[in-house]
């Protein structure tokens, strides 16, 4: 569980590093998907710090799905957005209320109770239909991140955000099934692409709109659908008697974190037009 708390603070952090490398970068053209903006972010600094903070959130995160449940963990990882909007508040300048500080601490409260519920990991073998429905659903997100291109800006952002989190929760099931590396194993693209196809999806989200509007579709996509396949494809389960603390636990927490995201939302910049007619209107 501390691996898992670990891991959720490497990629709070990292949400609001890559935000500022994101933004600092050239700006691209269109409105979807931009695949060149990885290549101009590397660029930054602080993208590049933001990485770094995923791979270690990466190695902490792989050590907690390898013991716990996927649901426990998923949870856990959603208290990044806690962590990308306490960050934010002093990095990005955004104020947080009353409320949001209330919804740091209902996501405390939840992960307390998940912590107090969880069972152990499940040891159940799925098949092969799983393995190849992963690897589908990898480069599902892709299909998604182009059709985003054609939304509003803040729905943009949030639609990428949560392509890119239902590649993350491939990561997250891929991990409990691969044993060991094995050419021929569809599992083990599925991480690959999954993976792959996460990070560049949530580079364009935090380029295109607000970081904790982009960080709540990435809660969303890699917690409730990891959740629901460990219980029902992978055996995980809850203390005897436990499995209502769990499920609320698990819901307290993620709706605790999407508030942050409702709330939490940055002031947009101000564009030279704008600027011309506030002074214009003055």
């Known amino acids: 569980m501390m691996c898992a708390l670990g891991s959720a603070v490497c990629f709070g952090a990292a949400s609001v590093f890559q935000a500022l490398g994101a933004r600092a970068a050239e700006p691209g053209t269109g409105g979807g998907v931009d695949v060149a903006l990885m290549w101009r972010a590397l660029r930054q600094w602080r993208y590049v710090a933001g990485l770094g903070m995923d791979g270690l959130g990466f190695v902490l995160q792989v050590v907690a799905l390898r013991t716990l449940p996927i649901y426990a963990v998923g949870a856990s990882l959603a208290a990044s957005l806690a962590v990308t909007a306490v960050i934010a508040s002093r990095m990005l300048k955004v ?12 996501v405390c409260l939840g992960l307390a109770m998940l912590a107090l519920a969880s069972g152990e990991e499940g040891h159940e073998n799925p098949g ?9 659903a990898a480069f599902g997100v892709l ?10 800006e803040r729905s943009r952002a949030l639609t990428l955000g949560l392509a890119g989190g239902i590649g993350f929760g491939v990561v997250e099931i891929a991990v ?18 999954g993976g792959g196809s996460a990070f560049l999806l949530y580079t364009s989200a935090l380029h295109r709109g607000a970081v904790t509007t982009a960080t709540a579709g990435l809660v969303l996509g890699e917690t409730i659908g990891p959740a629901v396949a460990g219980v029902v494809w992978l055996g995980d389960r809850t ?17 605790g974190s999407l508030t942050l995201a409702r709330f939490g939302e940055p002031p947009p910049p101000a564009t030279p037009e704008a600027t011309a007619d506030a002074q214009h209107q003055h």
Request: charged fraction near 20%.
């Open 239 to 255: 203390r005897d008697g436990l499995a209502w603390l769990a499920l609320l636990g698990f819901g307290i927490a993620v709706t």
């Open 128 to 136: 092969a239909i799983l393995e190849w429905g992963l690897l589908a």
């Open 176 to 193: 409990r099934l691969i044993d060991s590396p094995d050419p021929t194993d569809p599992a083990l693209y599925a991480l690959l692409v």
């Open 143 to 152: 299909l998604i991140g182009a059709a985003a291109g054609r939304l509003p």
């Open 95 to 106: 104020r947080l209320r009353r409320v949001e500080w209330a919804a740091v601490a209902v």
